[in-house]
C-alpha cells in the first residue's frame, strides 16, 4: 500500500521537480485563461475546468511513459496537460480554430492527441473506460509493458462500465490503472450521498485488484501511489484502482459559480491545502526552488498563455468544406 | 470458378477464419464464442486454431466488452466482438454511437476504429420479444457507422471479408433462422464485395421488390409467383444500409413505376421508411402507384407462432403489395 | 337536389352499356346537347350529349364499368344543389379507407392505404409527367389505375387517341392509321389528314413518326403540293412573344465600342486555372454575366419593369442568357448572379444551358429574369440591337471581340474590341439613365478590377 501522505521530498531529482511543478502551475493558469477567454465570449459552447485538481493530474502523468495512454473525462485539461500535451493546440481546439488539436470538431470536451497517447477526453461519464480496457488489452498484446490510465471522476464510481470493465480487466491481467480524481462533489451533489459502502478503493479490492487512496492534493503522494501501481502493472500484475481526494475550486461549468451547494468554509478549508502552494512550500524548505524561481516561471507560464490566446484568436475557423470529412477513414 | 453449397453460417465462419489467418490484428470476442464455438456454432474451431487470445470468451458485459474493443481498435487492433442477440446490443448503445461512430470525427481524424460488430436479427423461432428484433435501422441513423446485411452466403462470406479490412465500425447483421436454414453456392477463390453496392437478384419490369436480409427469400418466391401471373418483377437486395446504393434503387423503380420494400424490421420509421423516401425522391417523375411498405408489424414480437408470423412480412403479403402496384396499370 | 344521369338506351336490343370514357371530370360544367361520355353498345361506340345543364357532380360508373340500362352512372348538379350523403358509387372521391393503425389491424392492406386528402384529378407522378410531355390535357384522361388514379399507360393512350375525343366523327381517323400512331408513338393532334375530306391516313402517320413535331404533307385533288409546316408550340409561343414586345415597348437602343483588350488578357489569365482547378471552361459570356451582375445593383431601374398598374421594381439580379436550341430561342435564368463567383457562374451557365436544350428545364429556370444577355459573338455578328425580352426593360446584345483600329494616345493600334448594344424600354429608361448604366458596364470591362471593388 503507497503511502497516504508524503514527508519528504524523495530523491527525484531537481528537473523532475521543477518539470512537476512548472506543469501543475501550467495547468492552473490554463484554466484560469479559459475562464477568462470564456467569459470574453470568445469560445462557444462550455469550459469545464479543474484548477485546484493539479496534483492528481500531475502526479499520475509524470509517473506515465511517453508511448502509455490515457483517457480523460469532461474536465480533462489537466489530464492532457500533464501527459505533455500543449497549451497552443489545446486553445486553439477549445476556440473552435482549425489549429486545434482536433481541428476545431472536437472542442474542449474532447480534445485529444494521439501521438502523446492522450486518447481522448469524453462528453461521456465513464466514457473513457471501454477505451482504457482497450487500449491495455492491446497494450497486452504488444508486450512493451505500456500501460493504460483511465482518469474518471466520483460520476463514474457508479456507471455500470467500471464494473464490466474491471471485471474483465482483473480476469484478463490487462496493465490498467484506474484513478479516481474525487473532486467530492457529482456535478452538484456530495458523492457520500451516491455511493454505498466504503468507497471505489473499497470495490476495486472486492473485485480483486488493490484499491488505494491517497490525498489527491499532495502532488508527491500521488505520485509515488502512482508509480508504484504503474509499475506491478507493467510487470503483469494486473489492474489497479487509485482513489486521489481533491477539490475543483470552479462551479461545474464556466457560469456556475459552484457556491450554491458548497460552503464558504469548506472551500476555504481546501484552498489551505491548495496543491500548487503544498508543493511550493516543499520545494522552498528543501531549496528546490526560490522565490525567484517561482516568479520567472510564473511570468513564463502567463506570457505562454496570454500568447496561445493571442494566436488563436487569429487562427482561422475550419473551412465549411471540411465538415463532411473525417466521418469515415 | 468452382463453388461448393455452403449454409450462411459455415460461409460466415469461413470469412473469419480466412481473415484471421491474414491479418493477426483481427480478435474475435463474445459470450461462448471461443470453447463452445458460439451459440450459432458461426466461431466454430476457430478458438482450436487460433487459441485463446484470439478467439476470447468474455464475461457477459456488452457495455464492458464492446468498450473494451473500441478502445483496441483505436490502439491498432481489429476486434470482432459478437452480439449473441441483437436485442442485446441496447446494452452496448453508448460505447457503438457515442464512443466509436465519432472518435475519428471528435479527434479530427487522429484516429480510425476498424471494429466489426457482429449481431444476430430477426424472428421467426418464438423466441419472444427480446430475442427476435432487427436493428438495422437504429445504427443506419448514426453518422460515422456502416451496415451491413446479407442475405446470402455468397454475400455473407464476401461482405464479412470487406468488413474485416473495412477502417471504420462496421455494425454486420446475420439473420438467425438463415444460419443453418440457408445454402447457396460460394465460390473456392477469394473475393470480395464492396460495401455500397445493390445486387439485383432477379431482373424484371414491372414492378420493383427490395427486400432485406432474410426477407429476400420469400421475395423471390413471390416474384417465382407473380411471374406464373404475367407479373414479372424485380428484385433488389440492398446489401448494406450504409453506404446505401441509391443510384440502383432509383433506376429499377425509374424503370418498372413502383416499389415494394420488405424488412424484419419494424415498420414505423424503419428502414423500410428510408429507403422509401430515396425511391420517391429519385424516381418522383416515374411513381406510377405509391410506394408499399411491409415491414414488422408495430407490436412487441409475439411467442406464440400463430401471432408471431403474423407480424412478420410473407409471400403472401407482398404477391398482395405487388398486386396493388400493378393494379389497373399496363405497359 | 341532383339529377342522375342514367345509362341511355341507345337502341332496340341494348341491354347494358359499358363506359368507355368520360368526356367531361368531376366539377366540369356541361351545356344540354353537349358530348358528356362515350358508351360502347353491343353494336357500336356511341356518345352521348347531357339531357340538361349543369356541373358534372359524380361519377358513379367508371371506365370499363358495365351498368344496365337505366342505371345511374353519375349525377348532375344545377346552380345551388349539392350531393347527398348517400351519392356513393364505384369510385368514391375518398378511398374511405382507414387510416393507418399499426396496432389493432393485422391487414397490410390498410398499412398502405394512408389517404387523409381528396383531389379531384388524381394522377400518378408518371402520369403528370407523361401528361406534360405528351402535351396532354388531363381532364381529358380516364383513370384505371385503383380509385380512378390516372397512370401512365392512361396517358399514352389519351395522347393516341386525343384526335378521336376531339373529333365526334369517328370516321376522322382511320383505323389503321389509329394503330399505327399507337405503334409509332404519334401524337395524332399534330397530323393533318389527307385523305378524302380530311381523313388522316396511315401514310399521314408515318410521316409524321418520321419528322416529330413538323410534317404533314397535303395534297389537293389537282395534285399541286404546297408544304405547311404547323408551328410546334415553343415556335408558335415565341412568335407571339416578338410580336408582343415589339409592338407594345417603345425600343430604343445604345450603341458603344468597347476595349476589350483587358477582359481578353483576364480570360487568358483564367481560362487555363480555372480549367485545371475547378474544370470550368470560362468564356466571355460569363464574364459579361458577372460584370453585368455587379454594375446592375447600382442601376435597379435597368431591371424594374413596366405594367399598367405602374412600375415593378425588382433587387435580385436574375440574368436571362439567350441559348438556342433545336426548338428555338429558350432564355433559362440564372439566379442571383451577384451573389455567384465566376467559377459558378460558368457552372450554372452551361449546366442551364445543356438542359435547355434537352428540355429539361424547370419551370423556375425560365422565370424572373430581370435582364438577358444575349451574344452572337460566334457567329461573327459585329453588333445587332435585340428585341427586349419582355417584360423586361433591358438586354444586351453583344458581337464578336475582333482586332480593329483603335486611336489611343493619338496613335493608331491595333486592339481587341467588342461591339455592345443595349436595347432599353422607353418607358422605364430614358436614354441618360440607360447610358450611365451601359457607361459603368463599359468601364468595367475595360478595368475588370473594378469589379473586385
New interface residues.
Partial sequence: MAQNKSESIPDLGRDILLEMYRRMLTIRVFEETVFEVYRKGWMPGLAHLSDGQEATAVGVGMALRPDDTITSTHRGHGHIIAKGGQVEPMMAEVMGKVTGYCRGKGGEMHIADVSLGILGANGIVGGGLGIAAGSAFTAKREGKGRVSVAFFGDGAINQGIWYETANIAVLWKLPLIYVCENNQYTQFTHWKKLVSGEGLAARARAMGMKGVEVDGNDVLAVYQAACELVESSRKGEGPATLVCHTIRYGGHHVGEPGTGYRSKEEMDEWKKRDPILLFEKKLFDQEVLTPQDVETMHDEVDKRLQSSVEVARQDPFPDVKEVTEHVYA | MSTRELTFAQAIREALDEEMARDERIFILGEDVGAWGGVFRTTESLFQKYGG?RVID??L?E???????????????H?VPEIMFGDFITLAM??IV??AAK????????????ITIRATMGGGRSSGAQHSQSWHAWFAHV??L?VVLPSTPYDAKGLLKTALRE??PVLFFEDKVMYHKIKGPVPEEEYLIPFGKADIKREGTDVTLVALSRMIHPTLAAAERLAAEGINAEVIDPRTLTPLDEETLIKSVAKT?GAVIVDEGY??FGATAELASVIAYGA???????I???GA???PIPFSPVLEF?TI?DED?II??AH?IV????? | MASEILMPRMGLTMETGRIVSWLKQEGQTVKAGEPLLEIETDKATVEIESLESGMLGKIVAGFGEEIPVGGVIGYLLKDGETLAKDMRGAIPATTGNLPVSNVSDTSAETQANPAFVTTKVKASPAALHLAQQLGVSLAQVNGSGPNGRIVAWNVTEAAQSAAKTHQPDSGRISPLARRVAADLGVNLTLVKGSGLRGVVTRRDVELAGQTPGRVSAVETAAGDSTKIEPFTRIQRVMAERMMQSFSTAPHFYLHVEVDARQMVALRGQLLPRLEKRDSVHLTFTDLLIYFCARTLPKHSLVMAQWTTEGLKRFSRVHIGIAVETENGLIVPVLRDADKLGLVEIARQRVDLAERARQSKLLPNEFEEGVFTITNLGMYHIDSFDAILNPPQAAILAVGQIKERALVENGQLVPAAMVNLSLSVDHRVLDGARGARFLNELVEMIETPGLSMA
Fill in positions: 487470445e468474455t464475461p458485459s457495455e464492458g466488452f464492446v468498450g473494451l474493443a473500441v478502445g483496441a481498435a483505436m490502439t491498432g487492433m476486434p453508448d460505447q457515442n464512443q472518435m475519428r470525427y471528435m479527434t479530427g481524424g487522429q484516429v480510425q476504429v476498424p453518422p460515422g456502416k477502417p471504420n413505376g415498420t414505423h418522383f417523375d416515374y411513381l406510377d402507384a405509391p408499399e411498405r411491409l408489424m408495430d407490436v403474423a412480412p403479403k398482395a403489395a396493388r393494379e389497373g396499370r399496363r405497359r
